[in-house]
């Protein structure tokens, strides 16, 4: 399976379709969702849909990513910020990932995560591993420093936050929430805070 190039032209043409799709995809899902549907809703012609994408796959990565480097950046931005408590951070990563995932739907979850489209999962598995790689290097920064505590192991962290994406798409906890935005935020808040929450712990503090 070869990997999706970053586009190297970006037009206007480019641009709408990207931003229609995303549209579209995250309301519908990537399976009901038809090259003709991105066309008309971006205004481009087929010919020139696919002058830039192989098909409609390709732009689902191409949404993907754009999504995924700015959460990349800004949660880099906010590890890596010496001023900032972590508490402050924890609460700051909970609302980026809340804001990147809004809107999203099940089909698009269930699209994503599924075998139907084998290489929008395999930009996810592969995205997760840098996302992980990144907070491997911000937590042994902080335990150097004493804001982690240091026999916190490193794999337990990573495994949890892939047991975590996993949850995510599951049917049985989306069905417990209006949004699966609030699932993802309430994973979050229960990987970071625990079942007493960040009131408690800042109380306890």
Known sequence: MTEVQTITKVTKSTRAVLAEAKKLFWKYGIKKVSVEEICAQAGVSKMTFYRYFSNKEEVAVHVLRKIFDVSRTESRQLMDDADLPLPVKIA??????????????????????????PTVKAFIIRFRKIM?????????????????????????????????????????????????TELITELMQFFFYGIAGKEAQTEEN
């Open 92 to 117: 700051e990563l909970i609302k980026n990932k809340r804001k990147h995932s809004e809107g999203v739907s099940r089909e698009f979850l269930r699209d994503a995560y599924g075998d139907n489209f």
């Open 132 to 180: 992980t790689a990144d907070l491997e290097r911000s937590i042994r920064k902080m335990q150097s420093e004493g804001v982690i505590r240091k026999d916190l192991k490193i794999g337990f962290v990573t495994q949890m936050i892939d047991l975590m994406q996993e949850k995510a798409a599951d049917e049985d906890l989306l069905d417990l929430y209006d949004t699966n």
